[in-house]
């Protein structure tokens, strides 16, 4: 697990600094974007006692992807940039912490409360409201590294100037990022090289 999280610690840096080189001096609200995240899950999940509601769980699970994007950038900031000593806290933390089985509203009230009370993030709590939601390491890793590959391979092809082709063939670019991870080793070193060239091979296609 360790070494996941490096990897997603790597990824979620270079991605960051793509967007603005300085970004650990800019002292962004990281926290306000995670509690926020936390009530637009809530919101696929259902709480609404006076209206009928069905968990809409890929959504669940989509947005827990997103609040892990901030949680990685929060363990960035807070060990100065020092990549190998974050992966290795956040692996000791999950090892001396006591997993709770609240389920996804009271796990995600309690990641969110900690977020609003110290403007950091919890690990612990972030993983309790991975299981309560019934994803595991291996997806969570799967999910997060397709997410930040897709975004490399937006920005690399005009999705800033808006000449970046989203529909492939009649589907979006995330159907087809699906199917490419379903088809890799996503333990492979090289895991996220091959996810982009998967990309790049179906978007040339698109554009001939």
Not at 69 to 79: D, K, N, Q
């Amino acid at each position: 697990m360790q070494k996941q999280f490096l990897t997603m610690l790597q990824l979620q840096d270079a991605m960051n600094t793509k967007v603005h080189p300085q970004w650990t001096e800019q002292n962004f609200e990281w926290y306000r974007a995670l509690w926020i995240e936390c009530g637009e899950l809530m919101d696929h999940q259902g709480y609404k006692w006076w209206k009928k509601q069905h968990a809409d769980i890929d959504q669940v699970k989509l947005e827990i992807v997103d609040i892990w994007h901030f949680g990685l950038s929060m363990v960035i900031t807070a060990h100065q940039r020092d990549l190998a000593t974050a992966a290795e806290s956040m692996a000791i933390e999950l090892q001396q912490t006591v997993r709770n089985s609240e389920g996804v509203l009271l796990a995600t009230e309690a990641l969110a409360l900690h977020s609003l009370r110290t403007k950091g993030f919890s690990v612990s709590k972030f993983w309790d409201l991975l299981q309560a939601a019934g994803m595991d390491a291996d997806e969570l890793f799967s999910a997060y590294v397709g997410k930040n590959v897709l975004n490399f391979f937006r920005q690399d092809h005009g999705y800033k100037d808006g000449s970046y082709i989203k529909q492939w063939h009649g589907r979006e670019d995330n159907e087809h990022l699906v199917e490419i991870i379903e088809s890799l080793d996503t333990s492979a070193e090289n895991f996220s090289d091959q996810l982009y060239q998967g990309l790049k091979a179906r978007y040339a296609d698109v554009c001939r």
